[in-house]
């Protein structure tokens, strides 16, 4: 069974631009949440889906915005780029949300932003 | 003060030893996830629980929730056990979202 796929692995963007990333859950996962890590605040949760409804959304402007499929594919967008956008994004899909099931990460988009 | 506490931030050990981390949360919990991450490599779950004891071969993790706290277990490390350990919450009354402590630094020397 192939694993979560999240593309691209890195991107560098400029202040202002604004970028996508994607994620592609396990086969059969219908959950799918989205995570931000930084050397200094740690892993920090950014969204949950489920069947294409955004569950949960963690304490980020309103630049970081993100939508799932009828597919269970999620992507994130974060608009008007900062600096500070500089971090490692995570995925993770399970079968039912972390209250009921695993978690299982993909690799990762590395953004940096210059 | 980190709604997740983990101890300890490092944690150095020689192959053979039983090791211990612990997580210590201030609100009920819904589920207890624990996570490890090798240096440049992603995140796996190794258990999530919501009572009780898990084990995995060499891992062990417990939960007591009456005293929210939890505890990771490694059984005679060995140095590929070298990784960051990473305790992550979720409940309602922490708005179900998953809550992360700050990790767990181990190195296992041979």
């Known amino acids: 069974k192939a694993g979560v796929t999240q593309t691209p692995r890195y991107l560098i963007k400029t202040r202002g631009q604004q970028v996508t990333l994607s994620c592609s859950p396990i086969s059969g996962h219908r959950s799918v949440s989205w995570y931000q890590q930084t050397p200094g605040q740690g892993l920090q949760f950014l969204f949950e889906?489920?069947?294409?409804?955004?569950?949960n959304k963690g304490n980020f402007p309103g630049r970081f915005s993100g939508r799932q499929f009828s597919n269970s594919r999620s992507e994130m967008n974060v608009s008007t780029l900062e600096l500070g956008d500089s971090a490692l994004y995570l995925c993770a899909s399970s079968l039912a949300g972390p209250d009921y099931s695993p978690l299982h990460f993909g690799n990762g988009t590395r953004l940096t932003v210059t | 003060k980190n709604e997740v506490e983990q101890s300890p931030q490092n944690l150095t050990a020689q192959e053979g030893e039983f090791i211990t981390i612990n997580c210590s949360y201030s609100?009920?919990?819904?589920?207890l996830h624990w996570l490890q991450q090798h240096p440049g490599g992603g995140i796996v779950s190794l258990f999530m629980l919501s009572s009780g004891k898990k084990k995995h071969g060499r891992l062990i993790a417990t939960i007591n929730i009456q005293e929210k706290h939890s505890s990771l277990h490694i059984t005679a490390s060995h140095p590929r056990d070298s990784a960051v350990y990473i305790c992550a919450v979720r409940g309602v009354e922490y708005g179900n979202k998953l809550v992360f402590g700050a990790g767990t630094i181990l190195r296992v020397k041979s």
């Open positions: 609100v009920g919990i819904s589920a």
């Open positions: 889906y489920f069947s294409e409804t955004q569950r």
